[in-house]
């Protein structure tokens, strides 16, 4: 399974920006979904994440409301849209994947097996 993230870039606060995964060596059914981000000198933390099945989704308490984690099984692409972005969204964001991931730990680096290069996103104030 490999994973290919792109979207990233150069916006101002305030502004949207669309980040796409595409999956490769398999199928998206069945396989969770998540975006982690790392900042300059910080640990990687959790976004964003979509369950294996039921449309379920979850989010980190700083984005809820402004991210929307989406699938589109057809075109085996996971996508992040960004919207209200903050100078403190600026990072190298991930997409990773679990085949047949466990909802309990999709929030943690180790729920996933599968991560994608990063994708820069910068946000200047």
């Known amino acids: 399974v490999q994973l290919q993230a792109s979207g990233g870039g150069l916006v101002q606060a305030g502004g949207s920006l669309r980040l796409s995964c595409e999956v490769s060596?398999?199928?998206?059914?069945?396989?969770?979904m998540g975006w982690f981000r790392q900042a300059p000198g910080k640990e990687r933390e959790f976004v964003a994440a979509?369950?294996?099945?039921?449309?379920?989704?979850y989010y980190a308490d700083s984005v809820k409301g402004r991210f929307t984690i989406a699938r589109d099984n057809a075109a085996n692409i996971v996508t992040l849209q960004m919207n209200s972005l903050k100078p403190e969204d600026t990072a190298v964001y991930y997409c990773?994947?679990?085949?047949?991931?466990?909802?309990?730990?999709?929030?943690?680096?180790?729920?996933?097996?599968?991560w994608g290069q990063g994708t820069l996103v910068t946000v200047s104030s």
């Open positions: 990773a994947a679990k085949p047949g991931g466990i909802t309990s730990v999709l929030r943690t680096r180790d729920g996933y097996d599968y």
């Open positions: 979509l369950a294996r099945s039921g449309g379920f989704t």
């Open positions: 060596g398999r199928t998206l059914r069945n396989v969770a």
